[in-house]
């Protein structure tokens, strides 16, 4: 049977290498990913070596085309054209005919016209071939506020992914589920707990770009879902994505013990990563189990509404920091070049009323972010300490810390030193 495909497009980003951590794990489905960058990040196909990697970029569309090349059944098709010297593939299959160009020696094997009756059944086998990916997952975006309005341009280009569709829809077939990341920042946010179907007012050119790109894919596609997603936090990536994550950031300014300003009046209702995966995985599933087509739109976040200054509050309650040192001002006094709306809390009772997903709480989640820091920092420190040292005869974790305390490679190295070792 037909091995089922998953493209994670923007794979090379924060959600995108999650995703494909999860999906590698599974072991179901065959697993490709685009980057932008001119090359992939290599600890990221070092830890999960079956996936696949393509460069595009999504504002001219190029790499597009390599992906059907390769990615697909083109392969299998083009092997057998070649025995009968082949073809000119025009009209509706004209997509499908450049792909074929691309996989053969066209100097040798395309004699155009040469012969009708294996042209024909060329043409018959490139259409009953599916050369696309059975779920495309789109997490490519500029996803940074203040880049977006810098550039509202490159932000348009890359944030409404007209070339993705388009080269979707080139393959005339419904077997690909578009599943497209969004934003809570489509809302203007002088509200609580926005509902899907509330009026999008975004306030600035990333909300702009994203609101745009929704309505082009409602638009064009007839399988797609579209996840309204507010802030992601959770652990780091495999090979480390260079924006600062929320959570980390938090607790690294608060280490310091120096008094650090946060919003009191913007609200958000952070989402942990892996819960936002389990939503990605859910509607994955769904579609390569009973091949229904859907129309969705959902808004996707954690229970809690938080300020930032709450979320502050809680990374300091799991440190057991003091809040003396948290102070709360208005995002008023601060000045970030580009505006931010206050409160984009969003209502998820229609995620969890469709999918059955109960994402956890914001502070089991900024524990769960934290514990998964510290056991990174563990088994990187165990590993130089192996190295260097020898093996690690008995690891059970640092003794003198609890997880939750452990902050630093120092905090590590110093448990590890008490360890028993065959150095
Ligand atoms: N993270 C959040 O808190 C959050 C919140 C709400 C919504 N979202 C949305 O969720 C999605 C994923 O977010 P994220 O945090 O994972 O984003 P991210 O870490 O910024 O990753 C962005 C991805 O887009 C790729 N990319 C950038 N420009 C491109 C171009 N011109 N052509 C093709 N690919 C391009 C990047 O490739 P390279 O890495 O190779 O440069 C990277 O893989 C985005 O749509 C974002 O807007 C994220």
Sequence with gaps: MERKRVLVVGGSGY??????????????????F?????????????ALPGLRAFRVDLRSGDGLRAVSESFGQLRQVAAAAI???????????????????????TEKYLSFGSDRGHADWVVKKLRHANLMPHVI?????????????TDPAAAMATNVPSSLVTWLLSFGNDNTLLIHLSTDQVY????????????????????????????????????????????????????PVAKSLPIQWMDSVLSQGQQVQFFNDEFRCPVYVKDMVDVVLSLTKSWLADGKAVQVLLNVGGPDRVSRLQMAESVADVRGYSHSIIKSV??????????????????????????????????????????????????????????????????SGPSATSLMQVKSKTDINEGLNSYACSC
């Design 83 to 105: 025995g009968g010297g082949v073809v000119a593939v025009d009209g509706a299959d004209a997509g499908r005919g450049r792909c074929l160009e691309g996989s053969i020696d």
């Design 330 to 395: 208005s995002a008023s006094s601060v000045d970030r070049g580009v505006a931010s709306p206050p409160d984009i809390s969003m209502d998820i009772t229609k995620l969890t009323q469709m999918l059955g997903i109960k994402p956890i709480s914001f502070q089991d989640g900024v524990r769960a972010t934290l514990a998964a820091e510290a056991t990174i920092l563990l088994g990187e420190a165990s590993t130089n300490f192996a190295e260097n040292c020898g093996s690690i005869k008995t690891v």
């Design 34 to 46: 685009t980057h932008h960058r001119d090359t992939p990040p290599q600890p990221l196909l070092h």
């Design 188 to 239: 203007e946010g002088v509200k609580s707990f926005y509902k899907e179907d509330d009026e999008t007012l975004p306030v600035n050119m990333y909300g702009k770009s994203k609101v745009a790109a929704e309505k082009f894919i409602i638009e064009q596609c007839s399988n797609y879902a579209i996840l309204r997603s507010s802030i992601i936090y959770g652990p780091q990536t495999i090979s």
């Design 15 to 32: 959600l995108g290498q999650h995703l494909l951590a999860a999906l590698a794990a599974g072991g179901e489905v065959d697993i490709a």
């Design 137 to 149: 997952v789109n997490c490519a975006a500029i996803s940074v506020p203040r880049q977006c309005e």
